[in-house]
């Protein structure tokens, strides 16, 4: 089963405006992380956010966790028509034996 | 760089074949994972393994096993291919929280 669900499904933006994407999960989480995955190919690592942080940035994403209403948003400032991919979350809990467990993900298109 | 890869990119097998998908990671890690993404379901977790010769089922084990004889390579076999398992397979290393990806192999049953 999905512990994390991503809001919307699909995105569509024009270059150098803001992508916001949410991701909500069921139950307490050790962590949460972002991956991006380009079409075709394979996930890559954007950001990692522990349980007792509530915000992370690293250049233009910034990452805010709210555990009392179990939920994750990715902001992607300013983007580019190469930030076109699919992003997913994904978290690792105690409940679930500490695997990783993804959600269905966020497709986002940036027009040039 | 961390250097997942997985022994092909696309792969067409008949049903009923056994199918064996390498994945072979060169930092180390401890921890090596296989999923499969399909449309509007994400990533699900199929097996994964802690150390050499340990394996443990994930969400979706059926009609799968795994094979971890060396720590470096971990590989998922299809006993008897059938066509819902056509798919996205994806295999990952890790040695703490951050998971590393191989590019995916995209297999087609007929």
């Known amino acids: 089963s999905q512990q994390g669900e991503e809001d919307p499904q699909a995105l569509s933006i024009q270059e150098g405006e803001n992508a916001t994407m949410n991701c909500s999960y069921k139950?307490?989480?050790?962590?949460l992380q972002w991956y991006r995955q380009n079409s075709g190919r394979g996930l890559v690592h954007l950001i990692l956010?522990?349980?007792?942080?509530r915000e992370k940035h690293s250049g233009r994403l910034r990452v805010t966790l709210d555990t009392s209403k179990k939920s994750s948003s990715l902001l992607i400032t300013a983007s580019r028509a190469a930030d076109t991919a699919s992003y997913f979350c994904a978290t690792d809990a105690k409940a679930a034996g500490n695997k990783l467990t993804f959600g269905g993900g966020t497709r986002v298109l940036v027009k040039p | 760089d961390v250097k997942v890869t997985q022994s092909s990119r696309y792969l067409v097998k008949r049903t009923g074949e056994k199918v064996f998908l390498e994945c072979v990671q060169d930092m180390d890690h401890e921890n090596m994972f296989w999923y499969r993404q399909d449309p509007g379901l994400g990533l699900r977790l199929i097996y994964f393994?802690?150390?050499?010769?340990?394996?443990e089922k994930g969400d979706i084990p059926e009609g799968y096993s795994v094979s971890r004889e060396k720590k470096e390579r971990f590989s998922l076999i299809l006993e008897s291919a059938s066509t819902n398992q056509t798919s996205m397979y994806l295999c990952?290393?890790?040695?703490?929280?951050?998971?590393?990806f191989g590019q995916g192999t995209r297999l087609t049953v007929v």
């Open positions: 393994s802690y150390d050499v010769k340990m394996k």
């Open positions: 956010i522990r349980s007792n942080e």
């Open positions: 139950t307490s989480i050790n962590n």
């Open positions: 990952a290393s890790s040695r703490g929280l951050e998971a590393f």
